[in-house]
């Protein structure tokens, strides 16, 4: 089966702009997640979707960040205007019950 | 709270040697507990995982960790250390409460010499 796709891989932007980050979950998988790892720290959950529902999204830094699943199959996470404290590597991983996570390969954002 | 330490940041072995890499958590739930590998321009990857089964868990590549309540710990051991084992490791937990949401430790950085 294909795994968790993640787009772009890396992403340079100016401090301002808009960028939007794709994860194409493992198919029927109900549960998505977002992982950021800012540089020098722990990554750090973002945000839970069970098909298109918002779960939990207690680690959503502030509301520059907008994540959608509409349909429940894939999700894109917005970041505008972006800051520079925003540069890091964005993962997504999908899991179905008690299977455990699959992890994108990540997405590269640098904030300039 | 939930929390992972990883106690080194940075590991170096020669080939052929033993690894270890250290972990304590803590957790007021039954936690699962698990290592993840992220070689260089690759995602994360599953080593291994507990989930309140055999105390000792044997994963991929010939990775094995103890989890150990007493002491609170989850360390990641291999008896002979491989230049392609040469990768970023991450000790995790999850706790049954969270709808399994993942914290990460810190990571360990691996090193492996000629």
């Known amino acids: 089966e294909a795994g968790v796709t993640q787009f772009p891989s890396h992403s340079v932007i100016e401090k301002g702009q808009t960028v939007t980050l794709r994860c194409d979950p493992i198919s029927g998988h109900d549960n998505l997640y977002w992982y950021r790892r800012v540089m020098g720290k722990e990554i750090k959950f973002l945000l839970h979707f069970v098909k298109e529902s918002k779960q939990d999204e207690s680690g959503m830094p502030n509301n520059r960040f907008l994540a959608e699943r509409t349909g429940g199959t894939y999700s894109t996470l917005k970041v505008q205007p972006a800051e520079l404290e925003d540069s890091g590597v964005y993962f997504c991983?999908?899991?179905?019950?008690?299977?455990?996570?699959?992890f994108g390969s990540g997405t590269r954002l640098t904030v300039v | 709270a939930q929390s992972v330490t990883q106690l080194d940041s940075h590991v170096s072995v020669s080939e052929g040697t033993p690894v270890l890499l250290r972990c304590n958590y803590s957790s007021s739930y039954s936690p699962s507990l698990f290592w993840y590998v992220q070689h260089p321009n690759k995602g994360l990857q599953l080593l291994l995982k507990y989930t309140s089964a055999a105390t000792l868990v044997k994963g991929i590549n010939g990775f094995e960790a103890e989890f150990k309540k007493s002491e609170t710990s989850f360390h990641l051991t291999k008896p002979s250390a491989h230049m392609s084992d040469a990768a970023e490791y991450f000790c995790?937990?999850?706790?049954?409460?969270?709808?399994?949401?993942?914290?990460f430790g810190a990571g360990t950085r691996l090193a492996v010499h000629p």
């Open positions: 991983a999908s899991s179905q019950w008690n299977y455990g996570y699959t």
């Open positions: 995790v937990v999850s706790y049954s409460g969270g709808y399994n949401k993942l914290i």
